[in-house]
């Protein structure tokens, strides 16, 4: 049983034996293959099939009728039984949900950003560009297979600033580099996906912080400018003005070198597509609010004074130290992180994108991260989506991997990307996926 689980059990005012839950709590699992937990949901909430691997408490959702079977049975999935998939979806049978089908679930497709600290030094030859003409990983048949054959609709190309400028520490682009990754985003782009280019150095240029004693707000906001003029004319395009933040002094000072990159951006002629604010502390959605960066960020304007399209970008992992570092999964994030910041959000008439999650493709992680997605979407009125990490230049030994094999024509994907991050695993909507 994990902490999560007592601490909402607890807090239910449920009394537990040392054994199996006799009722899984709100958002808790009660059923999929293996499953040898509680079976039955907490009053209010149903149990819901997401796919074979997990059935989960959800708010709202019908209660089975049919007395649910001992919870150390060995026939698999006792609640697939329990539950027809058309309750769960019927229109009004999940009243507290405020969202629907998430608008952006994707992949980081990595390589470009390989040869980045998160000291924000990089080596621009450090960079592995993930696609075949450059010796790399096939990133654009990745990607093929993640639309075709999953239902995603948007990848994170991250990409070191050194690369861009051959290690000048500038804001003038290296055309000859900025092909190069021009290239990986031309070929997310005709998969028909939206692009997240995402600039990977920790708010830093070679251990220096942007505008706090490194390169100065008009170097970063140049940089911008022109990476945001090459994709001013494509709506696919998002805008990551920074990859994880940490240990920035000021957070004043950093929503002031956002702004300068958002400024940049809109005045390079790309006037409408979203673009990702960072928070400090690894732009952690647990301290987002607490931190400071909430507040901050909320000051980051369009030059016409709205906030149309600037929306929050927030990462979290599940493992025990929020690193993703670990291949098993301990928390949802759901009360820690997504539902504090959902009414923060919603308090605010603010959105944010979760655009890195992941964890091994392990059974706790297959748990958690399919309940954190479920209620992502149950939330979709303020989070955007989910973006997966990664795929692209990873070995498929790394712990966090979610690089498909491919033999023949048959691409195969991970544990975690088959249960939970595709969009066909039916983890958004609680229906049946395959
Ligand atoms: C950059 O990477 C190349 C190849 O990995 C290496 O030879 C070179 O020493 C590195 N340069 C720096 C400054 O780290
Ligand atoms: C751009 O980078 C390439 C290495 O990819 C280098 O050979 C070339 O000299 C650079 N061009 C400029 C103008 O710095
Ligand atoms: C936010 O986190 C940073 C570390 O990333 C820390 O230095 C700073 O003190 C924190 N600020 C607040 C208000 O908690
Ligand atoms: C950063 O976020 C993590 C959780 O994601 C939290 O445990 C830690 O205390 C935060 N650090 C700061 C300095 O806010
Ligand atoms: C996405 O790619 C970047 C760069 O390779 C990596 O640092 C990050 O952890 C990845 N995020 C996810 C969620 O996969």
């Known amino acids: 049983m994990s902490l999560i689980s007592i601490g909402l059990l607890v807090g239910l005012g449920i009394v537990t034996g040392v054994h199996a839950q006799a009722v899984a709590p709100v958002y808790g699992q009660c059923g999929g293959t293996g499953w040898t937990g509680a079976t039955t949901c907490a009053t209010g909430s149903g149990c819901v099939v997401t796919n074979q691997y997990y059935s989960q408490c959800l708010p709202g959702a019908a209660v089975p009728t049919t007395t649910s079977t ?56 450090g960079a592995w560009p993930p696609l075949l003409q450059y010796y790399g990983h096939d990133g654009q048949g ?91 004319s494509n709506s696919k395009i998002i805008f990551g003005v920074m990859n994880e933040p940490h240990d920035v002094p000021d957070i ?14 809109r005045k390079a002629g790309a006037t409408s597509q979203i673009i ?37 970008d927030v990462h979290k992992y ?32 603010r959105q944010a994108f979760n655009t890195e999650t992941g964890g091994g493709n392990t059974a706790s992680c297959v748990e958690f991260l399919c309940q954190q997605i479920a209620y992502q979407a149950q939330n979709s009125d303020v989070f955007l989506g989910y973006v997966g990490w990664a795929a692209g230049n990873f070995d498929p030994s790394y712990v966090l991997s979610e690089v498909p094999t491919n033999t023949g024509s048959t691409w195969t994907d991970t544990l975690l990307v088959q249960s939970c991050l595709a969009p066909s695993s039916g983890s958004q909507s609680g229906s049946t996926g395959q």
Not at 100 to 118: A, M, Q, R, T, Y
Not at 188 to 193: E, F, M, N, V
């Open 70 to 125: 001992t919870p150390t049975t060995t026939t698999s999935r006792p609640a697939t039984t329990t539950v027809p998939t058309s309750t769960a979806s019927a229109p009004g049978s999940t009243p507290t949900s405020k969202g629907g089908k998430l608008s952006h679930v994707g992949i980081n497709i990595s390589g470009f950003d390989f040869g980045c600290n998160s000291d924000g030094s990089c080596n621009a030859s």
């Open 142 to 232: 990745q990607m093929t297979h993640f639309v075709n054959d999953d239902g995603f609709n948007t990848f994170r190309l991250p990409v070191g600033w050194q690369f861009l400028t051959e290690d000048a520490a500038t804001g003038v682009l290296n055309m000859t580099n900025f092909a190069e990754y021009n290239a990986l985003v031309n070929a997310c782009l005709g998969t028909g996906a939206f692009c997240i280019v995402d600039v990977h150095n920790y708010a830093r240029f070679n251990g220096q912080i942007i505008g706090q004693g490194g390169p100065t707000n008009a170097v970063f906001s140049q940089l911008w400018g022109n990476i945001a003029a090459q994709f001013a």
């Open 252 to 265: 004043n000072l950093w929503a002031a070198s956002v702004q300068a990159a958002v400024t940049a951006i």
């Open 276 to 312: 990702l604010l960072p928070g400090n502390n690894w732009t952690s959605a647990e301290t987002f609010v607490s931190n400071g960066s909430g507040p901050a960020l909320l000051t980051v304007t369009n030059p016409d004074g709205s906030v149309t399209g600037l929306v929050f």
């Open 318 to 349: 599940l493992d025990s130290d929020n690193s993703g570092t670990h291949p098993e999964c301990v928390t949802n994030n759901i009360e820690s992180s997504w539902e504090p910041l959902a009414q923060w959000l919603r308090s605010n008439n």
